[in-house]
């Protein structure tokens, strides 16, 4: 089965633009949760969708958004880029059996250099 | 509200050596612990985790935790470090459900010396 898949794996954008990262779950896979990974703050939690809606969402500006498509898919969207925001940015997924503890299965991330 | 605190941001062994990564948590209610690797270039990898069952939590790679509640801590060891455990280690807490974020710590880095 294959895994989390997250594209493009780089890239490089300039202040003030807007950029969309894309991640693929594992099939089956319901929950899509993101993350930013930056040197000073660490990783931290953006949002988490669940059968298209947002069910969680961590502490960060409206200038960070998400969506999710019907077949899972989700993508988050970064508008008027700060230099700030130059991060690698995970993507995990998960199964959603019940209430009970479910893993979460990360992919390989996208690195964003802002300049 | 929960956090997770990792004391040493890199520490280094001897080939061979006991492996151990310090973890502190916080949390109002009961948590689930994890503790992921990162290699450089990838993403996160999980290694062992603790959901309310035994204590002492074996993982991949030869590598343990065990949960101590009194102590609120959750340690990584391994007897024996392998040049392949050169990474970077997380140790993440979430509430005790499902489908609630994962709250990481700032993460060690682990080197391995020859």
């Known amino acids: 089965k294959a895994g989390v898949t997250q594209t493009p794996r780089y890239l490089i954008k300039t202040r003030g633009q807007q950029v969309t990262l894309s991640c693929s779950p594992i099939s089956g896979h319901r929950s899509v949760s993101w993350y930013q990974q930056t040197p000073g703050q660490g990783l931290q939690f953006l949002f988490e969708?669940?059968?298209?809606?947002?069910?969680n969402k961590g502490n960060f500006p409206g200038r960070f958004s998400g969506r999710q498509f019907s077949n899972s898919r989700s993508e988050m969207n970064v508008s008027t880029l700060e230099l700030g925001d130059s991060a690698l940015y995970l993507c995990a997924s998960s199964l959603e059996v019940g209430t009970g503890y479910n893993e979460q299965f990360f992919g390989p991330g996208t690195r964003l250099t802002v300049l | 509200a929960q956090s997770v605190t990792q004391l040493g941001s890199h520490v280094s062994v001897s080939e061979g050596a006991l492996v151990l990564l310090r973890c502190n948590y916080s949390?109002?209610?009961?948590?689930?612990l994890f503790w992921y690797v990162q290699y450089p270039n990838q993403g996160l990898q999980l290694l062992l985790k603790y959901t309310s069952a035994a204590t002492l939590v074996k993982g991949i790679n030869g590598f343990e935790a065990e949960f101590k509640k009194s102590e609120t801590s959750f340690h990584l060891t391994k007897p024996s470090a392998h040049m392949s455990d050169a990474a970077e280690y997380f140790c993440a807490v979430s509430r005790n459900s499902g489908n609630t974020p994962l709250v990481f710590g700032k993460g060690t880095r682990l080197s391995v010396i020859a």
């Open positions: 969708y669940f059968s298209e809606t947002q069910r």
């Open positions: 949390s109002s209610v009961p948590p689930y």
